[in-house]
């Protein structure tokens, strides 16, 4: 649960930085982050912790390539996650 309020807070943070982006570039993440949402809803019907664990880190990963592939597809100035550390899984 408090990766689900995590995460929450930081697609609101993330989303506020989109809003300069290209239409293209949001496509690429809001598509990054249905993604990251099927897969969540995957995770939470997991028969384990570990399986659970497992799919939310996917998850994880699949949104910050697609906010990665957006920021480099039309990068205005912002602060990439990986530069900033927040919400880095490496």
């Known amino acids: 649960m408090r ?3 995590l995460a929450t ?3 609101s943070s993330a989303t506020l930085m ?3 982006q290209s ?3 949001d496509a ?3 598509n990054a982050e ?3 949402d099927a897969i969540d809803d995957q995770a939470d019907m997991a028969t384990t912790d570990a399986q659970e664990e497992m799919l939310e880190n996917k998850a994880d990963r699949v ?3 697609g906010e990665e592939k957006a920021n480099a597809m039309d990068d ?3 602060i990439a996650p990986s530069e900033t550390g927040i919400g880095d899984t490496q």
Do not use: H, R, S
Request: charge should be negative; charged fraction near 35%; proline fraction near 0%.
């Open 3 to 5: 990766k689900l309020v």
């Open 9 to 11: 807070a930081l697609l």
């Open 18 to 20: 989109t809003a300069c």
């Open 23 to 25: 239409k293209e570039a």
């Open 28 to 30: 690429v993440e809001d």
């Open 34 to 36: 249905m993604q990251a």
């Open 63 to 65: 949104e910050e390539m």
């Open 76 to 78: 205005n100035g912002e």
